[in-house]
């Protein structure tokens, strides 16, 4: 049954030098591919990565550390590893002058995951 479900969503990837936002391998296999526990993850990815993204904007130093932390470990979950490497620069930024163009590139990632997710849950 998963490996039905892993062939369905590779076969609904998009051109070859395209690299999806979401990994939808990955997604299946994190999820022995029920399709029912792919929507809630990636329901909850998305809301989470809004809310994290957000607080971020106004944190100070230690707590944006924090929360890229987790918005990593929560990316890499469902696969959404541009976010997870986005995510893990935020972290590992020095200063805010280094931070910054490495959060607008979190920020962007996040943007395209969570598209990528709302057209998967539209075709779920």
Excluded: N, W, Y
Excluded at 97 to 123: Q, S
């Amino acid at each position: 049954m998963a490996q039905a479900a892993i062939k369905q969503m590779v076969d609904m990837e998009p051109e070859a030098d395209a690299a999806p936002a979401i990994d939808r391998v990955h997604l299946a296999r994190m999820t022995f591919g029920d399709r029912g526990l792919e929507r809630e993850l990636l329901e909850l990815f998305d809301r989470q990565a809004a809310i994290l993204l957000a607080r971020m904007q106004t944190a100070d130093a230690a707590t944006v550390a924090t929360l890229a932390h987790t918005l990593k470990g929560s990316a890499l979950g469902v696969g959404a590893s541009f976010v997870a490497q986005a995510a893990a620069a935020v972290e590992q930024a020095g200063d805010a002058a280094e931070r910054e163009p490495e959060t607008d590139r979190l920020a962007a990632a996040v943007a395209a995951a969570r598209a990528c997710i709302a057209t998967l849950l539209r075709a779920f």
